[in-house]
């Protein structure tokens, strides 16, 4: 394989002359590069919590009730600071350790987009305007907390039956860091080399400029923002600048990009597909973003 | 899989590693990342090392895959070897002028500060293209004294009379890169695309949308170590 990749190389070096090309490869490479220590961070912590916190520990940390538990939860997602590739393996290991489903979505959608890295870069973004972190902070935490109950309400844990059934590995806790983490970071990572390139594919392909076709009209504009958010992946903490670029739209619209982005795009999805099931993320992602839409229509028109 | 695992998080770390130590990653993401790669980098070498020398040694590894089996999920982590491969055949360069037109710019005015003023008749200040933009819009350009400044950038489209000189601001990594774009009029000209240049000049006030510089001397240079500001 060493030898066909090195005979391959002229071509590769030719192939990427081509402007269009060697974009493409650099936004892939650049997303990929970016995710690793988050994604490594989160696979740790999520092989950690299964090998050294006993069984039983973590659910009996929430209350029994799910309308106290998945607030509390989604509350809970301030304290982690990093982007959403470490989110998804450690909301992973937490149904794993028999976490309320509810709950543990809940911390999965508000832990990248409220915790206070990403606020302040939101703060930085947005100078003067303290009012879009507030309303960021609160609808990100408004449709992480819905889509909670939502799922505690009507959801069918069974979609999620891959981490459910997930036994605790046996063995010298050392090993079981080890392997879990091993087979996370494989798992994980090939997902997200596959949200990397489609990330990258929809930034070479779709010009910018189409958005500025919608600009004009609100709803069109809200959606179009939506849209744009699902296609980038931006991780969480750089979103806020990209959003405060994107001037031709609204106040209400950039909020939308911003409570989205971190909790459905296309490299979450991947990833989501990945350790929860394909099953699960055609049912969650639509509920995801009709919810993630509907709030921050709600604190955007409340708040900007 | 497992020791195949074991190679490929192997590979991966030693490719993290080598990324932060040529200092190629300044390409693809924001230099203050680098400590992060790099502690990422040496938990998957470990990770990947120890998974192989267990598979190694026929001793019975803690079976983490007791889940489904066959669902694919093992398969997918070779898809870890597209990036790698990318990397260690031909690192892919640094964004440059195909992006410029196609992304949305960074709004010079979102952020801008009161600039103290410059003084004239001194050395040429370097400032990043970002603040030249920012002086430029904060009272059309008064913080600028008629002092002669220096602009580092790549040449990201000719136009008549100069061309336009670009650099990228990235907050995380190349993905959410926005360009910063300073028209540059003056001699030579006839640069390459994507070409680095050093431009020396003084701010010329009027110039609408696009900030303008007069250029009194442009040096073509190798491209820097963090190719965005």
Partial sequence: MVVAAAALRPQLEQFLDRPAVAHWATVFVAIAVQAMPFLVLGVVVSATVAALVPAGFLPGLLPRSPALAVPMAAAAGAALPGCECGSVPIAGRLLAR???????????????????????????????????????????LLAATVVGLVWARIGRDELLERVLRRRSEQGRPLAVLVATAQHDLLQAGGFLIVGAATAATLQTVVPRSVLDTV????????????????????CSEADAFVAASLTQFSLSARLAFMV????????????????FGRGFVVRFAPLTLVVALASSAVIGRWLL | MTPAGGLISLLVGTVLLRL???????????????????????????????????????????????????????????????????LLLVAPPALGSYGVGRAAEVEIRSGGGIFDQLVPGAAPVPMTLLEFGQRAFDHDGASFNSAAVQLTGFVAAGEQGGFRLARYQIACCAADAAPVVVRVIGPGGGHALDQWVTVTGVFQPGGGKVPELAATNIVEVPAPDDPYE
């Fill in chain 2, 20 to 86: 932060t130590l040529t200092g190629t990653y300044g390409r693809y993401v924001r230099l203050g990342m680098g400590p992060w790669l790099a502690v990422a980098g040496v938990a998957v070498i470990i990770l990947g090392s120890v998974t192989l020398l267990q598979a190694l040694r026929h001793a019975h590894p803690v079976d983490a895959h007791d889940h489904h089996r066959g669902d694919g999920g093992d398969r997918v982590g070779w898809l870890l070897l597209a990036p790698i491969a990318a």
């Fill in chain 1, 98 to 140: 028999g976490v309320l489903p509810g709950a543990a979505l809940a911390f999965l959608l508000s832990a990248p987009a409220i915790n206070p890295v990403v606020l302040t870069a939101t703060a930085v973004a947005f100078p003067g305007r303290p009012e879009v972190v507030v309303a960021r902070f609160l609808a990100s």
């Fill in chain 1, 260 to 275: 989205v982005g971190p909790m459905v795009d296309v490299k979450l999805i991947a990833l989501q597909a990945g350790t």
């Fill in chain 1, 215 to 234: 600009a004009g009209s609100d709803l069109l504009a809200f959606l179009a923002l939506a849209g744009l958010a699902v296609a980038l992946a931006i």
